[in-house]
């Protein structure tokens, strides 16, 4: 479902049988901390410097990767042929969780085989950076393999002939639901594999950021018609959903971070989502800087982290 301003981080149940690194922990060292601080004890200073999580992965798409995002200065050099940001939501999150090390290979265009396989000549597959000491993994997957970036761009052309109308949604019917089942048994292998190579780790499945609003649209600044704008939205909600489905019954956290009202439609300074001609430094149809420190905020209140 929609996420709603007021909609609770949920709390993460692992399932019997597999032994997985609790959210909890990462709220631990600043329980201790505040614990020490109050009795005075020396050992204080130390432990305000211990990282919540020693090695942090971030396997995704574009969706993680923020191309064309603002850039910080000083910041981790970023994957430059995967149009990766240094200002995208894992070296957020990193800063904010003061982890150990963040080994970020997400990558623009990235789809689930990358995982198993280069994407480039001299980028190993993604699932090559984990190893058994990685203790937080964000993964953020699988909009590339049901192809929504080759959906809008039909649905876009199809606009012009009836902007009012569904031309989009009358070409396709129920094709977005059977590619979305489709894509169920390569999802779930995704994160069953995950949990094998790095059994101690926790294990955040993120959703996608809303494209669309719930009706009407606001063509031609986004080409979508406007009966096609709720087809497209409710196809997103799917996928969302199933990805949920999928990943918890692996042993991870979703993280929900669909909220209304900062879709691509929206002012510049409100949306989280660039249109198709960006008003902010990000790629069209992607999110922009307000929307990774969004993505990172919903990780942390899923970790249970406070707010820096």
């Not at 305000?48 to 064309?68: H, I, K, N, R």
């Not at 850039?71 to 050099?77: G, P, R, T």
């Not at 409710?234 to 009202?261: C, T, Y």
Request: hydrophobic share 40%; proline share 8%.
């Amino acid at each position: 479902m929609p996420r709603t301003d007021d909609t609770p981080a949920r709390n993460f149940h692992p399932p019997a049988g597999r032994p997985r690194r609790s959210v909890a922990r990462a709220i631990v060292p600043t329980v201790a901390v505040l614990c020490l601080s109050l009795i005075g004890s020396p050992a204080a200073a130390e432990e305000v410097e211990e990282a919540a999580f020693e090695q942090y992965v971030a396997l995704g798409d574009s969706f993680t990767a923020g191309p064309f995002v603002t850039e910080e200065a000083n910041a981790q050099m970023p994957l430059l042929g995967c149009l990766q940001s240094s200002a995208n939501y894992p070296k957020f999150l990193a800063e904010e969780l003061g982890v150990g090390e963040l080994i970020d290979v997400s990558c623009s265009g990235a789809v689930m085989s990358h995982f198993y396989e280069a994407q480039f000549d001299d980028q190993p597959p993604q699932l090559d950076a984990l190893t058994e000491d990685t203790d937080l993994v964000t993964v953020g997957i699988a909009g590339n393999d049901f192809g929504f970036a080759d959906l809008l761009i039909d649905c876009a052309k199809r606009s012009i002939t009836n902007p009012v109308g569904s031309p989009c949604a009358d070409h396709h019917g129920d094709e977005l639901d059977e590619r979305i089942e489709g894509l169920r048994d390569e999802v779930s292998t995704v994160y069953a594999d995950i949990a094998d190579r790095s059994p101690n780790a926790t294990v955040l499945s993120v959703g996608y950021l809303q494209i669309l609003p719930e009706s009407g649209g606001c063509w031609p600044g986004v080409p979508i018609s406007r009966g096609d704008v709720p087809f497209l939205d409710e196809a997103q909600i799917a996928l969302n959903e199933m990805l949920r489905e999928e990943s918890s019954a692996q042993g991870a956290a979703f993280v929900d971070v669909f909220e209304r009202g900062h879709d691509a439609c929206q002012a510049a300074d409100t949306r989280w989502v660039e249109g198709v001609i960006p008003d902010n430094e990000a790629a069209p149809v992607h999110p922009n800087r307000a929307g990774m420190e969004a993505t990172a905020a919903f990780v942390r209140d899923e970790l249970g982290v406070p707010a820096p």
